[in-house]
């Protein structure tokens, strides 16, 4: 176990879920019209664990955080594919194709 002295300086990504109220649309649909959801505060996003709105400052770091993540496995798997070209071109680089 690590002695910890004073308070933590470091931000931990809490996880989140879509709202079951608005189904992660942020709105609810009145009878004449669209109102904002008042179990998420109109985010779509709630905490896993209660089931509450997040603070907005919370919010942003956890979906910056996840956005950051998204990013590097899609540029990973856009590394890991394999490069296609179309080769139209036969023999030698010319255009002529045997016919």
């Given at each position: 176990?690590?002695k910890?002295?004073?308070p933590d300086?470091?931000?931990?990504?809490?996880?989140i879920?879509?709202?079951v109220?608005?189904?992660?649309?942020?709105?609810?649909r009145?009878?004449?019209y669209?109102?904002?959801?008042?179990?998420?505060?109109?985010?779509?996003?709630?905490?896993?664990?209660?089931g509450?709105?997040?603070?907005?400052e919370?919010?942003?770091?956890?979906?910056?955080?996840?956005?950051?993540?998204?990013?590097?496995?899609?540029?990973?798997?856009?590394?890991?594919?394999?490069?296609?070209?179309?080769?139209?071109?036969?023999?030698?680089?010319?255009?002529?194709?045997?016919?």
């Amino acid at each position: 176990m690590r002695k910890q002295h004073g308070p933590d300086l470091t931000r931990k990504v809490k996880p989140i879920s879509r709202c079951v109220t608005c189904h992660g649309r942020g709105v609810t649909r009145g009878v004449f019209y669209e109102m904002e959801c008042g179990t998420c505060a109109g985010t779509g996003w709630v905490d896993h664990a209660t089931g509450q709105a997040m603070p907005a400052e919370d919010l942003v770091f956890t979906l910056s955080h996840r956005l950051l993540h998204l990013e590097q496995q899609l540029a990973t798997l856009q590394r890991m594919q394999p490069y296609e070209s179309s080769n139209r071109r036969g023999p030698h680089g010319s255009h002529r194709t045997g016919d």
